[in-house]
């Protein structure tokens, strides 16, 4: 059974910067993309930033240029470099694959104030 433990997660004054982790327990298709989710006091989760066919990455508008997924096959880990965060940032944010076809991990907040 596949489980994720995401990390990295604290408080930041915007345009701060954090880098999250997420490992990944059990195997995964090769096939499947992995990507970053989160979920924003009283918003649904959303999808951040994924791994496309090949080697290709697709972010949300929100954050693209300011956000870049990344991943370490021999680790079984992907991570989401955070740069310039806004308050808007603020959440909770998860690791799946693309299509959510595993359950939910804690996920690690990140919160942006000044």
């Known amino acids: 059974q596949v489980q994720f433990v995401e990390s990295g997660g604290g408080s930041v004054e915007p345009g701060g910067s954090l880098r999250l982790s997420c490992a990944a327990s059990g195997s995964i298709p090769w096939f499947y993309s992995m990507a970053w989710f989160r979920q924003g006091p009283g918003k649904q989760r959303e999808l951040v930033a994924s791994f496309t066919g090949g080697s290709g990455t697709n972010y949300a508008d929100s954050v693209k240029g300011r956000f870049t997924i990344s991943r370490d096959n021999t680790k079984n880990t992907v991570s989401l470099q955070m740069n310039s965060l806004k308050p808007e940032d603020t959440a909770v944010y998860y690791c799946?694959?693309?299509?959510?076809?595993?359950?939910w991990g804690q996920g690690t907040q990140v919160t942006v104030s000044s």
């Open positions: 799946n694959t693309d299509g959510a076809r595993y359950g």
